[in-house]
């Protein structure tokens, strides 16, 4: 057979799935990448022929990707001269009805560069990551408190309210923070988001301007780069080691001025940050004039080892935003969150907000106000926290003790997911293809890394599973199945 002459561009990490529309796995690997700016507008696309032999697939299969991606406007082509990404920043918008229209603004072209696929859906399944167990939630309770509030709501709650929030959800958000986290916080200090999403996104909205640095871990939460770089941030990845963000790497980024953390567990690799590494990051904050912005989202699921003070806790110069959720401990759709804020950005957070939305639905507030103040909240952190701690226990017990190339599962102190360390990217990748061939859903670590990475491709491989969103039954049943997709 002659040999597979040299790609244009780099496509090697692309891995297709034998058991599924390899047609659809390769048009949506390269739609990605063109999504993500691997591979940028312009660049030329290898030959059918030569991507079909590089990657053991017919040259039908490469064609109909191909022509999907054209119909969709991801590529064009050039007469003679083969096939070429398009430049979405300058393409696309002539593409939309209303070709002499005027040029998108560069925070729409931003928010084309920055697609981010949107989290698994539907009925809940091991070993989905981020989503809690919520099958425990008592929506009984819930609906009768929503009975209740509605049946003869106050007329005072029912005209415009305050943007910052339901003044009494915020004054028992603070209460709660300042018994389970030992931070004392003013209610005035608190701003009720639609969850951490939201909060995470306003902030880069006050506090980025285009072309600031800010850095995020890295690995991280893929959702919150995104929120940055919408708002026009360039990113700068922080590597994270065994005592979470590295410090020494964060002081020697220039001209940077605020990071995002997720302190308590971190995102998505689960380790602490440590109270030594914690201190270094409030006097980086300070000696810089910055902002941290810390992310608590998964902070009430804490299993053994001494739970660290929040930064926010810590911070004796106002330099925190505390970022909390309901989604992890309720359910993700209640989209309800908080941010505890120095008292000199409180204002225009709530500003900022009624531009937005004037402020969120009062049923939810209220009703979130009463479970909490009728003490239902804290017997749900704490049934929550039980759950989560037996299906990581019905994890631990029946995961495969030795798997080809896979490292041992992790001590997992914290948290609705572990991290396990896979040895290269070609095993990270046949592993999850098995595993989603076989029903079982688990990310790859390699995704949650910023493109361009510094670390070698090899060292960026892991699996990433959630363990609370089923029951241990069924937790007992994915692994039955695993192992027989796995060979073990
Ligand atoms: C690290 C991190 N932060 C924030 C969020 C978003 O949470 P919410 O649903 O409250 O927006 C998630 C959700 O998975 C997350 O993993």
């Given amino acids: 057979m002659p040999a597979t002459p040299p790609l ?24 990605e990448r063109i999504l993500d700016g691997r591979l940028a507008g312009n660049t030329r696309l290898p030959a059918s022929r030569d991507l079909a032999a590089l990657l053991s697939i ?6 109909r990707a191909f022509d999907q991606l054209y119909a969709e406007g991801y590529v064009e ?26 040029a ?35 929506f009984e309770v819930w609906a009768r408190l929503q009975a209740r509030f509605w049946r003869k709501p106050s007329a005072a709650r029912l005209g415009y309210g305050d943007p910052a929030g339901d003044a009494t959800l915020r004054e028992l958000v603070a209460a709660y923070l300042r018994s389970s986290r030992g931070l004392n916080c003013d209610p005035a200090q608190i701003v009720i988001t639609c969850g951490a999403q939201q909060a995470i996104s306003l902030c880069a909205q006050l506090l980025v301007q285009p072309g600031e640095r800010v850095a995020i871990e890295n690995p991280g939460y893929r959702a919150a780069g995104h929120a940055f770089a919408v708002a026009g941030a360039e990113l700068c990845g922080v590597p994270v080691d065994g005592d979470g963000l590295d410090t020494a790497a964060l002081a020697a980024i220039e001209d940077c001025r605020l990071v995002y953390v997720t302190p308590s567990h971190q995102y998505p690799t689960g380790v602490t940050l440590s109270l030594a590494r914690r201190l270094e990051l409030l006097e980086w904050a300070e000696r810089r004039d910055g902002w941290i912005i810390e992310d608590d989202y998964d902070g009430e699921y804490r299993y053994s080892g001494t739970p660290l003070a929040p930064l926010a806790a810590l ?5 925190v935003l505390y970022v909390g959720t309901f989604c992890k401990i309720a359910f993700p759709a209640l989209r309800l969150g908080y941010l505890v804020l120095p008292p000199a950005l409180t204002e225009a957070f709530a500003r900022r907000r009624a531009v937005d939305m004037r402020h969120s639905e009062i049923g939810t507030q209220a009703v979130m106000a009463e479970f909490i103040a009728a003490g239902h909240f804290q017997r749900h952190v704490r049934r929550m926290r039980q759950a989560a701690r037996a299906r990581l226990e019905a994890l631990l017990r029946d995961w495969p003790a030795a798997i080809p190339g896979c490292a041992a599962l992790p001590k997992v102190e914290a948290g ?39 670390e070698p491709e090899d060292a960026r491989a892991g699996l990433v599973l959630g363990f609370a969103a089923v029951p241990e039954a069924q937790i007992a049943e994915a692994l039955v199945v695993l192992r027989r997709a796995w060979n073990l």
């Fill in 8 to 31: 244009p561009v780099d496509l090697s990490g692309i891995r297709l799935d034998p058991g599924q529309g390899l047609a659809r796995q390769l048009y949506q690997a390269l739609r």
């Fill in 58 to 63: 017919s040259r039908n299969t490469v064609t």
């Fill in 77 to 102: 082509g050039r007469v003679g001269d083969g096939t070429y990404v398009t430049d979405l920043a300058s393409e696309r918008p002539a593409a939309q009805p209303l070709a002499s229209g005027p």
């Fill in 104 to 138: 998108p603004s560069a925070a729409l072209q931003r928010l084309q560069q920055h697609h981010l696929p949107p989290p698994l859906s539907g009925a809940p399944k091991a070993f989905r990551i981020g989503v809690p167990a919520f099958d425990l939630f008592p």
């Fill in 315 to 319: 911070d004796r110069q106002g330099r």
């Fill in 416 to 454: 609705l997911h572990l991290c396990v360390r896979v040895a290269s990217l070609a095993r990270e990748r046949e592993l999850l293809a098995a595993a989603r061939a076989a029903g079982v859903e688990m990310n790859g670590l390699s995704d949650y890394w910023l493109p361009h990475s510094l």
